[in-house]
């Protein structure tokens, strides 16, 4: 039994190293992203203003890497439960009818992400064909930020709906009383 309890929590303890690993990439990257659209962006402004010319590599490039950047947000939002939400309703319903409510809202949240993945895959196949016009990257790059999002936002939510029906006290739970007084705290 006590081995037992021991493999859990080394168990536990690897994803939360893998899950801290994760996040922290996720987070250079983003990091990454926005130094270099900042400095294309400045210098396209200026050589522009300063010596009339430009760089037209710099609006596409700035362009990919904000839409990577936003969709690589979303994620880790997802991970840290950081989304904006409404909670009034939950928080006001007895512990069964908030559980109910969480698994109907996980179930249409994935939904939302199968039709977002069905959508980012038949651009993704479109955008093989297509190059973009300064950079001659593949469009499909573009679309590839929307697969990476609903496979994140996917895994994160299947995750906490794991926990939930496991009575985990990690799961999330919109409403709980447990959240309101870590706020508090």
Known sequence: MLKQAQ???ED?????K????LTRTLEYLMAA??????????????????F?????????????LFVWLIFIGAVLAMARHAHL???LLQRRL??????????ISHALMLYALWLLWQGSWVQFEIGWRVRSTVMQYPLALMAAAGLFTAFGMACCLLLNLYRLLRGDPQAYLAGAPR???EEQA
């Open 85 to 87: 939400g409404f909670d």
């Open 18 to 21: 893998l899950h801290t690993l």
């Open 7 to 9: 493999d859990r929590d």
């Open 12 to 16: 536990k303890n690897k994803m939360i």
């Open 33 to 50: 992203a926005l130094a270099v659209m900042f400095i294309a962006v400045l210098g396209n402004v200026i050589l522009r203003y300063g």
């Open 179 to 181: 959240l309101q007084q």
């Open 52 to 64: 009339n010319s430009g760089l037209a590599v710099s609006e596409e490039l700035a362009r990919l």
């Open 94 to 103: 007895p512990a069964p009818l908030r559980f109910a409510c969480a698994l």
